[in-house]
């Protein structure tokens, strides 16, 4: 399969961390993730799976991470909550090639891969994250002050 736009690739764009917050109340939210791809078009091929990048083993689903907000959260803030979701791994965009970038879909968990992230199976694809999602996402990780906290980038900083 080649990075070509695909139909699955039709999707609806999420614009503001309040829209996906709304997505994930309407929904059954222990079944939404965030995958940073190419998109459904390109991932949802004959094996629908992940590669480790070390080993170059194939994993049993495509790597992901949920969007369900956790009990110990408690009343705070879910656009915060979706914020660290999307901050965590925003590294991704840059570091894989051009075209990479944030969608949700509703999925199965089929196990863990070798950084302990979900891997699931995806039962439908539901929308593009926009890039102002992540500004916005970045501008409210920013203001809680934390210096000690940053994304998951495993490139070494010189």
């Known amino acids: 399969m ?67 907000v956790e009990p110990w959260w408690g009343d705070r803030s879910v656009e915060l909550w979706l914020a660290r979701r999307l901050y965590d791994y925003r590294h991704l965009g840059e570091l894989r090639r051009p075209g990479v970038r944030p969608w949700v879909l509703r999925g199965r968990e089929l196990g863990r891969g070798p950084d302990n992230e979900p891997l699931v199976a995806c039962d439908r ?17 920013e203001e809680q002050g934390s210096a000690d906290w940053g994304p998951m980038d495993r490139r070494r900083h010189s």
């Open 2 to 68: 080649t990075g070509e736009p695909h139909e699955l690739d039709d999707l609806p764009t999420i614009g503001d961390l309040a829209e996906l917050a709304d997505l994930l109340q309407d929904s059954r939210q222990d079944e939404l993730y965030v995958r940073w791809s190419k998109g459904p078009g390109v991932d949802l091929g004959a094996s629908a799976r992940s590669r480790d990048e070390l080993t170059g083993v194939r994993l049993s689903g495509l790597s992901a991470n949920p969007l369900r």
């Open 125 to 141: 694809p539901v929308a593009w994250v926009a890039d102002e999602v992540l500004r916005e996402a970045e501008k409210i990780v």
